[in-house]
């Protein structure tokens, strides 16, 4: 059709006109009528095709169950569906034409898209009919020509193109729901594989406590036992009991709900400390050593320090699992934290045999795991990588010379240590 | 009233100290004397070097280094004779084709009592 287009026309252009009307009996007239006759039938076909689409397009947006709003360039509100006015009470007749800045009450967090900032995904909260405020996620379905175009303002100026901009919301209160659920399954995922060593860290305390009680009761029962000794005895088994409560404790936190957990400033090391703590004896039986290399100040980043944590357990147990065939000696992980300007990097290094090439564009999808047959979950680096994502930084896994290397790279909050 | 029990020897080996001694302790109840590990790597090299017989082996399964089974095989060539071998353990589950493939292993689960113990050494406590 394009190139019959452009025949015809550049045809049209550079003929030299009949004197009259197009004349039936000249072979020229006749096939310049036949092409004009197919070019406006092609036209016709294209226009329907459009129709066609666009009512699809409707139907769908009619249909659909996520919130979906179109604006102009000057942020006039153009498409309204449905599920939004389910969301907001709003109907599509009382909003059309109106600023979407009207219905906006921008959030208070800080990494929503402002007025100097262009953003793919942008947060804010949206006013009900009743008044209420439902806290939205938005993320730019598409925009012709490519633009990205900001809605949050009412100053605006307005595109002379009048290109339209379609955004999809989501309910961060649904959204924030999904993620507690998936971090929750991460953190299962990864106490199934935990559940071992945990059985024993509890059974050790319980086998001293067992064995000193039962010693003592035997002594007693036979004859004098020094006041010392049952003091000790005693002084033994009330530690022991306290550090079998300090394991049941570390269960109890690992599998605790945590959808709810605020925004805050967070030292990373100290929860990266806490995350090798966390599997410490995991660690410890299959003989990997950690080391943790921080500059000597406090490092602060903003997110939700629960999340940031098990992004580590899952980098550490990741690591370990990759280095089950190393030798004993050689089972090593080095985390090294080091900021400059504003940006913390995390090295995570193991000792391990890299990654296979064909797996570098897989390991973070979910589900995908080499170690399926060991246990692996397929969830802790596609968690992981959600995790830091939504802290606003990124991570990428490279090979170095002896092992893998993830490198993560975190915006600082003011004030962090220059390393 | 205690009574004189024939002495037996012992080699105890779990990388926590404190069920070393708590074990160790009561063998010695028992009237059993006993060689006391908390470093499975040492345990060899002394073993290396002494080259002992012993009537039991009680050993740990999950150490770092080297997992009890793992230990039991390497430290065979230096024990004098075929003594019993005792798995601990405080996993809860234990491969049975690993108890099964040695008539000579026998598996206690932590937390032990003393008179579980007692039972498999097949020794009285001193006192009885």
Redesign the interface.
């Known amino acids: 059709m394009g190139k019959f287009a452009r025949i015809s026309e550049t045809y049209l252009k550079n003929r030299k006109p009949p004197p009259n009307s197009l004349n039936p009996n000249f072979r020229e007239d006749r096939v310049i009528g036949d092409w004009l006759y197919r070019f406006a039938q092609a036209v016709e076909n294209e226009e329907q095709n459009k129709q066609q689409a666009q009512q699809k397009f409707s139907l769908l947006l009619a249909q659909v169950l996520t919130p979906v709003f179109a604006t102009d360039s000057a942020g006039k509100i153009k498409v309204w569906n449905p599920a939004l006015q389910g969301l907001t009470g709003y109907s599509e007749d009382e909003v059309l034409g109106k600023a979407i800045s009207d219905f906006i009450k921008q959030s208070s967090d800080s990494f929503v898209a402002n007025d100097a900032q262009q953003a793919a995904e942008m947060l804010f909260d949206l006013t009900t009919k009743s008044g209420k405020t439902v806290p939205l996620v938005i993320s730019e379905l598409g925009t012709e020509k490519g633009e990205t175009v900001h809605v949050l303002t009412s100053t605006e100026k307005v595109d002379p193109a009048g290109s339209t901009s379609y955004f999809i919301a989501q309910n961060v209160g649904s959204l924030k729901q999904a993620q507690a659920k998936l971090l929750h399954a991460s953190r299962l995922a990864a106490l199934g594989e935990m559940a071992s060593s945990f059985a024993h860290e509890l059974n050790q305390p319980l086998n001293v406590i067992a064995l000193a009680a039962g010693g003592v009761a035997e002594r007693v029962k036979f004859g004098e036992v020094p006041k010392e000794y049952l003091i000790a005895k005693a002084e033994r088994i009330e530690a022991q009991a306290l550090r079998a409560g300090r394991v049941i404790q570390g269960i109890r936190n690992f599998v605790l709900e945590i959808g709810d957990e605020d925004i805050v400033e967070f030292d990373p090391v100290v929860k990266t400390k806490s995350a090798s703590d966390l599997i410490q004896e995991q660690l410890r039986l299959a003989n990997v050593m950690v080391h943790i290399n921080a500059p000597s100040g406090e490092i602060k980043i903003k997110g939700r320090p629960i999340l940031f944590e098990q992004a580590m357990v899952n980098l550490l147990v990741n690591a370990k699992q990759a280095m089950e065939r190393q030798a004993l000696s050689e089972r090593k992980v080095s985390i090294t934290f080091s900021v400059h300007d504003t940006v913390l990097t995390i090295l995570v290094k193991d000792t391990g045999p890299g990654i296979a090439q064909e797996n570098f564009e897989r390991i973070f999808e979910p589900f995908f795991s080499t170690k399926k047959d060991n246990g692996g979950s397929g969830i802790g680096l596609y968690m992981t990588k959600s995790v830091i994502k939504e802290l606003d930084g990124t991570i990428r896994a490279v090979n170095e010379i002896h092992g893998a290397c993830f490198e993560i790279k975190f915006p600082t909050a003011p004030a962090a240590t220059e390393s | 009233m ?1 009574k004189k029990l024939p002495s037996f020897t012992t080699l105890v080996l779990d990388d ?1 100290e ?2 070393v001694e ?2 160790a ?2 063998i010695a ?1 028992m009237g059993g004397q006993v060689d006391a590990f908390s470093n499975p790597v040492k345990c060899i090299e002394y073993l290396k070097t002494r080259r002992r017989s012993y009537n039991v082996l009680i050993v740990d399964l ?4 080297l997992n009890g089974l793992d230990f039991l095989k390497l430290a065979s060539p230096y024990i004098a004779n075929s003594p019993r071998q005792i798995l ?6 234990l491969e049975g084709k690993h108890v099964e493939s040695n008539s000579m292993l026998t598996v206690l ?7 579980e ?1 007692r039972e498999k050494l097949g020794h009285p ?1 001193r ?2």
Do not use: Q, Y
Request: hydrophobic share 45%; charged share 25%; glycine share 4%.
């Open positions: 205690s926590d404190e069920v708590e074990v302790e009561t109840l999950s150490m770092p280094l601990m353990t405080g996993l809860a589950e689960h932590k937390p032990i009592s003393i008179s113990l406590l006192f009885e």
